[in-house]
């Protein structure tokens, strides 16, 4: 049973047009009653982004509404169904386990979002699990989220996060907690795995019109929609994975099932941040062989989406069997798609205005260098821009030694000469695109942990500082460093 509440003239504008047309893609699901639903955190910036008048809520009505023991009006609470590749394996039945979607908002600029709720209690996918999620795992979702929006990285968003009084069984017991998503959409790759398995040509094709519909609707024009909608999604994920490298973050869990197709981060689990670059870092507990390792991302990319290619084929293949080819020849081009992206993101990060053959040799050795000394990875990019205002004091700081990357410096200096661009602009223009402010792994651990033991303070003064995260303030300096050089290797885990 679904009830409503009267917030004080509160609306969502709900239009659930997923509900609405796509029956038998989904199944409908009640939220569990938390005991004492406490709010930790509203995200105010974005609810009036979204067009969510919350101003007038008191904190019993957000607690009420962003932890499920309410349904606003106008809501149809559904599970999605989807399947998966889970490190390689195929999992035909996954699902919203414990998720559930509220419904579609349409902001005052006319895009419509997902509002879900995670760790809301057992829906019909949820298998052995509880459906619940832990304290931790949704304060780093909303955090990193967050942060990750901040860097222009395409993300979906965090609109809060609600204690429910309840605690949850995982190694040990803690703190219970649901946060509420807001997505451009969630279909995931998973999704259209989840109906080519189980239900063939006809479901593909109606799960592929209704995505072009809702995120690209140029695309129905094209001769072949199916073909242009895989061609779209493949230079989305590119993009994206572009971005991830170029702020060292590793997603840490990409199972095709956590690939949204509108090109959004989608599901922080065990995701963090590089500290000292290492091509290899992995930081997950689960991801022993570190097969979603950072610099592995680009080849997983390219596997996902051929594994996307496949679920879509019986739809490509109904328009017009020659697309089969031309489908396969998509794939194939993936790598050089995403090496553009990249390069773009590295020139940008650089300082390198125009595209030139000579950045790429100078780009492909930096990685080399950067490991070979141990660089923090974030500090690095931000030195260099020091670097063209005359301070070399961050730079040294990084580096083991004068000589060290000298000849790398050198290089660097001589590409930027070929263009007529002020250093100082330049600088400027680095400092744009080049974090300060990342949520390293120690701050967050600290913030965290102070969270679970009721103290909010270094969460909410962290999520502060990654939300600012390109302009030096010096009360932040703390925030800048990396983690001490003894500390424990980090490790994250996925036990929402
Ligand atoms: P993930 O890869 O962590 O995003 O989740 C993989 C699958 O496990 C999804 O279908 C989730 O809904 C499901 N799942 C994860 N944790 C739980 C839980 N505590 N209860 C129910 N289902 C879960
Ligand atoms: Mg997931």
Known sequence: MTSTLDIGGMNFAFQNSFHDSMDGFFSPADAAKPSAPDPLIFNHALAVRLGIAAEGMTESQLAAIFSGKETPEGANPLAFAYAGHQFGHFSPQLGDGRALLLGEIVAPDGARFDLQLKGSGPTAFSRNGDGKAAIGPVLREYLVSEAMAAMGVPTTRSLAAVATGDRVQRERSHPGAVLTRAASSHIRVGTFQFFAAHFGADHVIQLSEYTINRHFPELAEAANPHLALLDRVFGLQCELVARWMGVGFIHGVMNTDNVAVSGETLDYGPCAFMDRFAVNTVFSSI??????????????????????????????HAVDPADVDAAKALVDAIPARFRAQWLDEMREKLGLGQAKKADEQL?????????????????????????????GDLLRALLPDAEAMAPWIADWWAQLEREAIAPLERADAMDAVNPLYIPRNHLVEAALVAAEAGDMAPWTELLEVVQNPYVERAEWAAFAQPAPIDADPYKTFCGT
């Open 287 to 316: 991801d022993a062989n570190g097969r979603y390792a950072y610099g592995r991302q680009p080849q997983i990319t390219h596997w996902n989406m051929a594994r996307f290619a496949e679920a879509m084929l019986p739809a490509i």
């Open 363 to 391: 780009i492909d050795t930096l990685f080399g260098e950067l490991e070979q000394h141990a660089v923090d990875f974030t500090s690095f990019f931000r030195a260099l821009a020091q670097l063209l205002r005359g301070d």
